[in-house]
Structure formats: C-alpha cells, structure tokens
C-alpha cells in the first residue's frame, strides 16, 4: 500500500486504516523510539502516545509540506524527546550519543524477526562504520547537519553527501 | 542534468528524515511535483530507511496494539456506527434531488402562468387599440357630421312623420351654393330586409313632381345616419319612402314615411 492509498483510508478514520498504518510504521517508528529512550516500557508508552497523536492529529498533516512518513518519524522523535526532558534527564544530550541504533542489535533475541535480524546482521558488517554513525545521528536522533559535523568531526559541507552515500550502500544491498 | 545534481546534492535525504526548514521543505516537494524522477527517488530513499529502521525495532507486544487501539476507541465497530452517517448523508442528497425537481416544476408552473398572463396582456392591448381605430373613426365621423350641421350656409328642412309612420323624422341640409345635400336619417326606423329608403325632391307647382336623388343604402351600417346624396337645385319640398331594393322610378306614396317643406 501506497502512502497515498493508506491516507484515502485514513480520512475515513477506518479502523482498518489504523491496522495498515500500524502494520506499516510501528516497527520503524518504534526503533526510533528506542533508539532515543532506553527503558523498553517507556518505548512501548511513548509508542502508544505517538499514534493516539498521528490519529488525532491526521488533519493538521499538509501534502504538500513534505511526506507522511517524515511527519510521524517527527512526532516519534519529537515525543521522545518531550518524554527524556520530563524525565529530567540532566545529561540527555550525551545520552543520546553514547549508544547508536545498532546497540538495539545486542538485544537479539527480543527483535521482531530473525531472519530479518540475520541479514541485518550481515549488512552491519559490510556497512561503513562511518555511515553507521551518520545515519544514527541525522535519521535517528534528529540531528541538524551542524550538529552531526561538531559530533562526528568532519566538514559541514560533506555531510549531506556523505549521507546520500551511505544511503546508496543500503539501498545497493537491499535492491531499492 | 539538473535534476540529477540536485538528486545527488542529498537534500533529499534530509528531506525524508524530516531535517530541512519549512521553505527548504516546499522547494523540495514542488520539485517532486515536477520531475517524476525526484518523486521516484524520495520514494525510494523512504523506502530504504523504513526497511533499514524496521529490521532494529525490539519486539513488541500485541497487547500494545489493542491498548493503542482502545485509547483511540477504534474496538468496537467504530465502522458500524460510521454507517448510518453515510446514508443519512444519502438520504439528504435525494431529499435535495427532490426538492430542487419540486423547485423546478414549480419554476416550471410560474413560467407558464407568466407567460399566459403576458398573453392575456397581450391580446387585452390589441383589443384597446381596435376599439380605439374604431372610436377615432367614429369620432371623425361625428365631426364631419358637426360639419354639415353647423355649416351655415345650409339650409334645414325638418321632415315630419306621416300617416304610415308618425314618430318618423328626418333632416335635409342643403347647401344652395355648392348643391350638395346630406339626409340625416336618425329619426328613420330601420327599414325591412330587402326594403330601402330613397329619397325625393318635390316640385310642388304648377304640379307635384317628385325627383329621386338618392337612396340611403347600408342602413344600419352608418352609425351617424348621415347619408349624401345627388345635388337639387329647385327642390320646394322634400320626401322618403320605403321601396324595394334598388329603388324606384316614382316614389309608392302608401309608404312615404316623411316629408318637409322647404
């Protein structure tokens, strides 16, 4: 299903909208989540949070402002965040940094797919270490280009690039 | 290729991780909107990261789902309810189907007594301006009738009713100058059909000489019973008799309905 084919539904507020919108972007959208909030409980709160707000919020979505996809990864992020400041985290920023999105992969046996975990598996190794922390930054914690360029070290100038680059590599091995 | 290096520039990247400023945001999604290649790409770059973000998410619970599902009310046939709504929305677009073909018909009905009232009008008009040709003629009728009474050089003779009709009478204006003669017959019964009044100027001495002048044909069709005839230059009296049609060559004294001295 098509973005565009789940939203038709989605206007309707079909209860079965609700299911293709879950079955499509929950797992997504809860790595990020966990990605950002360690306590698996709290992500599976915050989870639920984000799509009461995607549901009630569907019509403040404008099309033409960018993807559906890019709004509720924003939500996500954005719900986690207001969720570590409520919590008072002194030290939220460095939390963030200190584990990147393939730490999720030590927990194996609790992910969702093992054949999926095996080739991801195998992925992770081919994929540039550098490329690991890029995507972790910007895609998973939101990070502006500055922000990635002080954290990671290199010119602000080729981090778009970079980033495209990586992107490539993961699109190579997943035939996308 | 400018969309090419605009594709290879990486903004497109940020665009789906949602990095890019309001404006930046606008810029990129009306450049999709115009290169199919740019949408193409988008799609696929979101593809890859929901395929890449999926594979890490941790296990979670079915539970979850149905609590999500419950915060939202969504359980209990929330479609169901949804039903009624959508014929009720029906049932209004017919009502308003017949209403506006009740709303026609009725346009439909006013239209038609307009336009026979129009008609009505229409006719009413035409017949205001036959009756008023008619007025007008008669009114020019009557002045010319004026005419010959006032005029004063002619001469009236009053003829008085006889033994067959005593309330007859009837006028002669005769004008010696120009030698023309109307008849008012106003006081003259109107004749039996196949009947005419013709009229007759009288010598009386030495003899009785009658000369007809005239007949006043069309009888009933003269309104103002003003009737020209022949020119008399000697007349000393004046008659009218009933004859048959056409008239006749001496005057059928049985039926002399008036006569007047000059």
């Known amino acids: 299903m098509s973005q565009e084919e789940l939203l038709v539904l989605i206007y309707k507020k079909d209860e079965r909208a609700f299911t293709h919108l879950y079955d499509m972007y929950s797992k997504s959208l809860f790595s990020v989540i966990n990605v950002l909030i360690k306590n698996r409980e709290e992500a599976e709160d915050v989870l639920q949070e984000v799509f009461v707000k995607i549901w009630k919020n569907i019509d403040s979505y404008n099309e033409g402002k960018g993807r559906f996809y890019t709004w509720i990864l924003n939500i996500a992020r954005n719900t986690s965040i207001d969720k570590l400041r409520s919590k008072n985290f002194n030290n939220s920023q460095k939390n963030l940094s200190s584990d990147n999105f393939v730490h999720l992969l030590d927990d194996s046996n609790k992910l969702t797919n093992k054949i999926d975990t095996i080739g991801i598996q195998e992925f992770v190794k081919k994929l540039k270490p550098k490329c690991i922390e890029i995507i972790d930054l910007l895609f998973f914690k939101g990070y502006t280009q500055q922000e990635a360029s002080e954290e990671l070290a290199i010119p602000l100038g080729t981090i778009k690039t970079q980033n495209r680059n990586c992107i490539n590599d993961l699109r190579n091995y997943l035939k996308i | 290729m400018e969309t090419q290096e605009y594709i290879d520039s990486g903004i497109l990247e940020l665009y789906v991780y949602g990095l890019l400023t309001e404006t930046e945001n606008l810029e990129v999604a009306e450049m999709a909107k115009k290169h199919p290649v740019i949408e193409q790409e988008i799609l696929s770059i979101e593809k890859a990261i929901v395929a890449l973000s999926s594979s890490f998410s941790p296990f979670h619970s079915v539970a979850n789902f149905e609590k999500i599902k419950e915060k939202l009310e969504l ?188």
Not at chain 2, 164 to 176: L, M
């Open chain 2, 75 to 262: 359980k209990h046939g929330k479609v169901v309810e949804m039903k009624p709504a959508s014929n009720w929305s029906q049932y209004v677009g017919w009502a308003a189907a017949v209403l506006m073909l009740l709303g026609l018909g009725y346009q439909t009905l006013e239209l038609t007594k307009t336009r026979e009232v129009i008609a009505t009008v229409g006719n009413e008009k035409n017949k205001i301006q036959r009756d008023f040709a008619y007025l007008d003629q008669q009114n020019k009728e009557t002045e010319k009738s004026l005419t010959i009474v006032r005029d004063i050089k002619n001469t009236g003779v009053t003829l008085g009713g006889q033994a067959v009709s005593p309330t007859s009478f009837a006028k002669v204006y005769w004008n010696k100058d120009t030698k023309t003669t109307y008849i008012d017959a106003k006081g003259l019964p109107e004749p039996p059909k196949g009947m005419v009044y013709q009229v007759w100027a009288l010598k009386l001495s030495p003899v009785l000489t009658p000369t007809s002048i005239g007949l006043l044909s069309n009888f009933e069709s003269n309104d103002q019973k003003i009737f020209a005839v022949s020119q008399t230059d000697s007349a000393e009296a004046f008659g009218i008799t009933l004859e048959p049609a056409g008239g006749s060559l001496t005057p059928t004294m049985e039926q002399l309905y008036t006569l007047g001295k000059v």
